[in-house]
């Protein structure tokens, strides 16, 4: 049983977003997604630093310092991409015209509470970024982290112990060892990786889980 890598949740979740969206990368993590959206879906992405319609940097082309994401990463635009000012770029956030964003996270919880820019450690930075305006702004939220911190802490609780980067607002949750919905103030298992079963995903969780009766296999391609 191995977990999945940050590439292979990055390919999981570039395939289950719905096509023909709008969606927001946010920093860290999430920004691998766009290396792996196929043309054919028809994916526009969005930077809060004023992007929409943007690619992963192709392999072998030179980077050009001007066009980053979020992340300060190296991207690359498509054909008919807009660039804008801040107060531009949260108008689309702000106005709803997101179908998703996706988002890193600290802690989720069953009712859909995301803490997701300060840990409160005394060598933490908190960078909240965009992240208050996303979580309301956008359709759907989706969460993408390892299922435990790196010291072994869920990262799926009860109760947020983190500041609040938003509540009641999280959609699903892509952990290396699961995706989960976030449906009636619980958390219901989708899918797992192969050889999890939901007792030992329990085990590394602190909120309590359910399973969904169609729960499959996630097969990392």
Known sequence: MSPLTRDQLALVVANDIPSNSYV???IGMPTLVAQFLKP???VVLHSENGILGMIGLPDGQARDVDLINASRGAVALTPGASICDHVVSFTMIRGGHLDVTILGGFQVSPNGDLANWDTGE????P???GAMDLVVGAKQV???MQHVDK???PKLVKH???PLTGVGVVTRVYTDHAILDVTDNRFVVRAMIEGM???TLQEKSDASLSMAPDCCVIKPQ
């Open 142 to 144: 989706f969460v993408m």
């Open 24 to 26: 927001n990368l946010g």
């Open 197 to 199: 079963d939901l007792q």
């Open 160 to 162: 947020c112990s983190y």
């Open 122 to 125: 005394p060598d933490a930075i």
């Open 40 to 42: 054919e879906q028809g």
């Open 127 to 129: 960078a909240v970024g």
């Open 151 to 153: 010291e072994g802490r």
